[in-house]
Each structure stands twice: as structure tokens, then as C-alpha cells.
């Protein structure tokens, strides 16, 4: 891989990102520290939720902000893996680290409240978001999007909110209806995954370069554009992601494919364990509790 210090260091560490992620942060640390002024019904947020949050945003940064975005336009592997870890661990932290509390008041004041209320139906969250994930690495939405800053900010935009959507049945309830029980949220779990197979396979069993964005030298630099400043680009003399990389297109989309099925079946797994875990201590908990009513009857 050569030096890609010839981007600049706008490319590399997007340092107007940075600046809005760094707000945010320090936005949720203002409303923590000041939550009894600033919401009637707040409770204090747990040494855990922070770290979520925090590293929940860190882990945002390094995947879309530091230099593995860059590289995330030159290997469809990388790219792969921002997807992965973007949608499936970075979301999932957000929603841990937020307090319920605090997501009401956004949610209530948020244009997006219906929407999102209707999304987060299980059924409903299930299908969109793997749908969405599924039809945007189509190649020809593929292509269309990543060379189209709108449509780019776009459709980054709509899976984040559908991925947030999807994890939300798992890890809050919905309103004032009941929590998924803990077979509810395995078999959803498990639902998710097998949703998610096809976009995989179609990838890793793809025998030619599906995609303009990686193969084609013109759409190539349209698609650097999004992340590279048009004065940077248009010095240097690029024709392709070869100049960066030995590894053949075919396989750098497989190794894609595979990298995203690895992640999801570890983030998957584990959530899945911990869940089953939780679901088994509550029954335990139940049993118990009924016993000491039968025995107390006596």
C-alpha cells in the first residue's frame, strides 16, 4: 500500500467531522452533568452508558474520519468492514450509551418521532434495515450512490437511522408497549442474520468485479471525490485503486463479503449469548418467586 499522505490531511482525518462528533460529546456530557436542570423525569447515567456512548463515538471517528475512510474508497474490503462495524457495533452503543430518558425528549421534539415509532416495530425494523443494506450493494444503487455526494450523505444517512431502528427492539421498548421477551429477541436476532446472508453471498460468491465505483478508473475518482478535496484530486495523476493496492478486485470483494459475514455472525453471537444469559436468569428469578408464593401458601 503506498504512502497516502499525498491526499492531504483533510482526506486523512476529516477534521470538520471530528468537530461535529467532538460537539455531540460534548452536548450528551453537558446534559449528563446538568440532567436534573435540563429534563423533569432524568436519572443518572451509569459509569457503563458513558463508556458506551464515548466509545461508541471514538470507534465512529476512527471508522469515518480517520484515514480508514480513505482506504475504505480504495478496497471494497475496508469499506466492508466500515459497514460492519459502523451499522452493527456503533449503533448498538448509542443506544446503550443514551439514556431512555434522553432519547424521549429528542425523539418528542424530532420531526422523525412518528417514523421512528412505527420503525422500531420488530417486524417492521427487521425488514427495513436488511432490506435497505441489501439494496444498497445492488451495483447499480451501489455505483449511483457512491459517486453522488447527496446521495451518498443520503443513503449513509438512512441505514444509520434504520440500523438505530433495528437494534431498538433488542435493547429498549417501544413506548408504553411491553419489552420482547428474551425468545422474542433471539429469534429476532437470529432472524436478522439470515436476512442479512444473501447481500454476503452475493458478494462473496461473485466470479467478476460487481461494482464501477472500485473497477472503473472514471466512476473510481468520482467516488474519491467524496472524501478528497477537488483541488487535491485533480493533482494527481490516479487511473485506479491498483496504484494502491496488489491484491486483484475479485478478491478484495470477496474478502469484502467475508469480512462483513465474519462481523455480523460475532456481533450477532454475542448479543445473542448475552440475551439468552439475561433471558435464563429472569426465568430462574420467576421460578423462584413462584415457589416462594406456593410455599407460602402452605
Not at 431502528?165 to 429476532?188: A, D, I, Q, T
Amino acid at each position: 500500500m503506498e504512502n497516502l499522505t499525498l491526499f492531504g490531511f483533510e482526506a486523512l482525518w476529516s477534521p470538520y467531522y471530528l468537530t461535529v462528533l467532538a460537539l455531540l460529546s460534548a452536548g450528551y456530557f453537558l446534559a449528563v452533568r446538568n440532567r436534573e436542570k435540563w429534563f423533569r423525569k432524568s436519572r443518572p447515567v451509569n459509569g457503563k452508558q458513558q463508556a458506551a456512548f464515548y466509545g461508541g463515538m471514538a470507534l465512529l471517528y476512527i471508522l469515518k474520519g480517520s484515514p480508514i475512510d480513505l482506504l475504505g474508497h480504495i478496497l471494497f474490503s475496508v469499506h466492508m468492514f466500515q459497514m460492519a462495524m459502523v451499522y452493527l457495533v456503533v449503533s448498538p452503543l448509542l443506544i446503550i450509551g443514551i439514556p431512555i430518558w434522553m432519547w424521549d425528549t429528542v425523539l418528542k421534539r424530532s420531526p422523525l418521532h412518528q417514523i421512528f415509532s412505527f420503525l422500531t416495530k420488530p417486524v417492521l425494523a427487521l425488514i427495513v434495515f436488511n432490506g435497505i443494506f441489501s439494496l444498497y450493494h445492488t451495483p447499480l444503487v451501489f455505483d449511483l450512490v457512491k459517486t453522488n455526494p447527496a446521495y451518498h450523505a443520503a443513503a449513509s444517512s438512512v441505514i444509520f437511522f434504520t440500523s438505530i431502528c433495528m437494534w431498538w427492539p433488542v435493547f429498549r421498548r417501544r413506548g408504553n408497549s411491553e419489552e420482547m421477551s428474551g425468545l422474542m429477541k433471539m429469534g429476532y436476532i437470529f432472524a436478522n442474520g439470515v436476512l442479512l446472508t444473501p447481500a454476503c453471498a452475493l458478494i462473496i460468491f461473485a466470479k467478476d468485479p460487481l461494482y464501477a465505483a472500485y473497477s472503473d478508473p472514471a466512476s473510481w475518482m468520482n467516488a474519491m471525490a467524496l472524501c478528497v478535496p477537488g483541488s487535491t484530486l485533480t493533482g494527481l495523476n490516479l487511473t485506479g485503486p491498483e496504484v494502491f493496492t496488489s491484491m486483484p478486485l475479485t478478491e478484495d470483494q470477496q474478502l469484502g463479503g467475508i469480512i462483513m459475514k465474519i462481523i455480523q455472525e460475532a456481533v450477532y453471537g454475542t448479543i445473542l449469548g448475552f440475551v439468552f444469559f439475561q433471558w435464563v436468569r429472569k426465568e430462574r428469578e420467576k421460578d423462584q418467586q413462584e415457589l416462594q408464593v406456593i410455599l407460602s401458601n402452605k
